[in-house]
């Protein structure tokens, strides 16, 4: 259970921030390569939550998390 919150929490997270960074950008002059670039920041840093709850995750906690829930 705290490992499926863990990992509900940091998708949460994670989606707020790729809607600020799209919103806090500009229109003028880069707009567009800042915008790509703060997307590419936003997956990488989701990617890098995603890897490390997969990581502090261990197969008895998910036969748990299965029993658990039924």
């Known amino acids: 259970m705290k490992t499926t919150l863990t ?3 940091a998708a ?3 989606a ?3 809607s600020g960074c799209t919103q806090q950008t500009g229109t003028t002059g880069n707009g ?3 915008t790509a670039n703060q997307e590419q920041q ?3 840093a989701i990617d890098q939550e995603t890897n490390q709850a997969l990581q502090n995750m261990s197969l008895q906690d998910v036969e748990n998390e299965l029993l658990v829930q039924g």
């Open 32 to 34: 567009q390569q800042t």
């Open 42 to 44: 936003a997956f990488q």
């Open 7 to 9: 990992l509900i929490f």
């Open 12 to 14: 949460l997270i994670a």
């Open 16 to 18: 707020v921030f790729i």
